[in-house]
Nanobody, 121 residues
Framework: QVQLVESGGGLVQPGGSLSLSCAAS????????MGWYRQAPGKQRELVAA???????AYADSVKGRFTISRDFAQNTAHLQMNSLKPEDTAVYYC???????????????WGMGTQVTVSS
């Protein structure tokens, strides 16, 4: 299994930017895929972004062009740069990981505790 710890959430005004980080630790072999999903109150989970070790990315249509996922493979970390934030981006953001190729929510099998992102004036 993978232990994941998110950081970087907070309150930001509409149009602002925020960066999330996720630190992964595992005693097993290399993590293939990492990503982020979010869940707002009363709404279903939504994959936000995913990135495999081979460079394949997946983004929700609602964040394309605004959010960018990146990874530091040496440090086993993932980052989510969020620009042009909108009130509808408000949610708890969770980091996720898999030892295998994964670009959809169901393919990930490890998750963090989440960090709150609130976009409001």
């Amino acid at each position: 299994q993978v232990q994941l710890v998110e950081s970087g959430g907070g309150l930001v005004q509409p149009g602002g930017s925020l960066s999330l980080s996720c630190a992964a630790s595992t005693s097993r072999f290399a993590i293939n895929s990492m990503g982020w999903y979010r869940q707002a109150p009363g709404k279903q989970r939504e994959l936000v972004a995913a990135l495999t070790s081979g460079g394949t990315t997946a983004y929700a249509d609602s964040v394309k062009g605004r959010f960018t996922i990146s990874r530091d493979f040496a440090q086993n970390t993932a980052h989510l740069q969020m620009n042009s934030l909108k009130p509808e981006d408000t949610a708890v953001y969770y980091c996720m990981a898999s030892f295998y190729y994964a670009t959809t929510l169901d393919e990930f099998d490890s998750w963090g505790m989440g960090t709150q992102v609130t976009v409001s004036s």
